[in-house]
């Protein structure tokens, strides 16, 4: 017979909204610690998702369906999370740079993070470099990651990092990017620490630029 967390990971790949916070309930409730939860359930679920999305055995909406149950069962384990002190893999600001509306690909990385144990600070689309400033003042985040889908917005990137840079704020941050016409070596040509070329890898690197894998 499969354990509670054996159980939650299925849930979480198959997408199963109800199920999966009913069983963080259930497994709370057999007293196990809400880290041993996060990990072996949530995190597993998410961490089999990424291997099959990255094999082309899963697609962006079954992943997407995922991450909602990963999201609803976390909504229930957040709580004790906090109250127990767990430390989550690092904390992520992420955004879509300024002029670009484009969102997919940049909420398939936050909740594929999140699913990793990141807390993520989503700040939406269409976000200027004082914006990624001040989001970086406020949250203290390990990693500040951008998204860019056109060719005319990539430019915000280096210009988003340039601002950290003048507001003293760059050395305290890793700085990831990614899109469909950014690729390593505009990554480099910028001053950014790292460039994923699709969700799961962006989440590889997130770990590795936090210590956190």
């Known amino acids: 017979m499969s354990t509670i967390t054996e159980r ?3 849930a979480v790949l198959e997408g199963d909204c109800d199920r ?5 309930q259930e497994a709370l409730s057999l007293g196990l610690a809400a880290k041993e939860i996060l990990d072996n359930g949530l995190v597993a679920g998410m961490n089999e998702v990424g291997d099959r999305f990255k094999c082309g055995e899963m697609f962006v909406p079954e992943v997407l369906t995922s991450a909602d149950a990963m999201q609803a069962g976390l909504q229930v384990l957040r709580p004790k ?4 002190g ?17 969102d997919v ?9 999140e699913g990793a144990g990141f807390e993520v600070i989503d700040l939406g689309c269409d976000v200027d470099p004082a914006e990624f ?12 990651g951008m998204s860019a889908l056109l060719t005319t917005t990539m ?6 990092i340039q601002a950290l840079q003048e ?15 950014v690729d390593a070596a505009f990554a480099q040509r910028i001053g950014a620490d790292g460039y994923g070329s699709n969700a799961p890898n962006a989440v590889e690197l997130a770990k590795k630029l936090a210590g956190a894998g």
């Open 86 to 102: 767990t430390r989550l893999a690092g904390k992520i600001v992420i955004a879509t740079v300024k002029g670009d509306l484009h």
């Open 133 to 144: 400033v001040k989001a970086v003042k406020e949250h203290r985040p390990d990693i500040v």
């Open 20 to 24: 999966t916070p009913q069983l963080v």
């Open 167 to 181: 507001a003293g704020l760059r050395d305290t941050v890793k700085v990831m990017v990614g899109g469909a016409p």
């Open 155 to 160: 430019r915000a990137m280096g210009m988003t």
């Open 8 to 10: 939650l990971a299925i």
């Open 105 to 113: 690909g940049k909420n398939l990385v936050a909740m594929m993070c």
């Open 81 to 84: 999370l906090i109250a127990s």
